[in-house]
């Protein structure tokens, strides 16, 4: 158990439809990374937050947001779904603000029909 | 910007044979390197990272990879294989350019024949 708590685990919605992501990372980190894994695509990097804010930009859609809650949470926000988001997110975080080691969530297994 | 080339996308050792995964980056500042292993179901997890200092780094499991600068080359060895370690495995690669962004391979599967 990395520590790094993601809901929910398994989604199927449709297209056009809006999605939210959820990731709790581990007690005492400030940084929250988020993912993309898909067959195609390998795992990409989306975002990241650290302490509330944006740091880090990879390569995430216009149609996704994420943010970082006072509480140190995250959500990620998938909106205008298409058949290609259809995709296991994975929510990670660390202590340290680069370089450390991230400690990843089981992911979120989105479907979209 | 930072990038990472894993060779090979599927690997298959029998057990007890050397592992040898490569792994290649490309960083324009001073890189952190790291292997992580997913299981299948799970997320990933840490194996051994390469921050400074040794160049010779040890991680879990018998795992340890050397970095090389002159060659950009990170590469997973392991002397014996054993069944358990069938699983993916992905090299990364941070930096600071102002935020860090871990930038991960395209994972190489390791199948381990009996």
Known sequence: DSGVTQTPKHLITATGQRVTLRCSPRSGDLSVYWYQQSLDQGLQFLIQYYNGEERAKGNILERFSAQQFPDLHSELNLSSLELGDSALYFCASSAAFGSGELFFGEGSRLTVL | ?114
């Open chain 2, 1 to 114: 910007a930072q990038s990472v080339t894993q060779l090979g996308s599927h690997v298959s050792v029998s057990e007890g044979a050397l592992v040898l995964l490569r792994c290649n980056y490309s960083s324009s500042v001073p890189p952190y390197l790291f292997w992580y292993v997913q299981y299948p179901n799970q997320g990933l997890q840490l194996l051994l990272k390469y921050t400074t200092g040794a160049t010779l780094v040890k991680g879990i499991n018998g795992f340890e990879a050397e970095f090389k600068k002159s060659e950009t080359s990170f590469h997973l060895t392991k002397p014996s294989a054993h069944m358990s370690d069938a699983a993916e495995y992905f090299c990364a690669v941070s930096a600071n350019t102002g935020g860090f962004k871990t930038i991960f391979g395209a994972g190489t599967r390791l199948f381990v024949k009996a």
